[in-house]
């Protein structure tokens, strides 16, 4: 799993389609910009984006996530979509607030995609 909090980590992502580079980029865009992309990740406030890549990932998610006191079982996503990319390749992008200055984008392979997220699925 790759945790990328700022936009100079974007050049660890290898093997990712360029559909999905573009909505890390993106998300990792507006928190550098309105949060500041030296910020502390853990402090409260911006956020990051976690990258889900095989299901060995998913006990690093669960503890990413109850660091910041979500529980993956019971998660409240604000959306998941669904991104189907040119290679064939189909993932879920999920974005979960933690209060109103941080938050998580969750993005994985449809077939590892938690199902207490699938559930929201708008697409």
């Not at 990740?41 to 503890?63: H, M």
């Not at 991104?83 to 449809?110: H, K, M, R, Y």
């Amino acid at each position: 799993m790759h945790k990328i909090s700022n936009v100079q980590q974007l050049c660890y992502l290898r093997e990712i389609p360029e559909e999905v580079i573009q909505i890390i980029t993106e998300a990792i865009t507006i928190l550098d910009t309105e949060y500041d992309s030296n910020r502390d990740e853990n402090d409260g406030y911006g956020g990051f984006v976690l990258i889900l890549q095989s299901e060995s990932d998913l006990p690093s998610l669960e503890r990413q996530l109850t660091k910041i006191h979500i529980d993956i079982e019971n998660i409240l996503p604000e959306y998941v979509e669904t991104v189907i990319c040119t290679d064939g390749q189909t993932f879920t992008n999920a974005l979960v607030l933690c209060g109103s200055d941080f938050g998580v984008v969750i993005i994985s392979p449809i077939a590892i995609t938690p199902e207490s997220l699938k559930k929201y699925l708008v697409n």
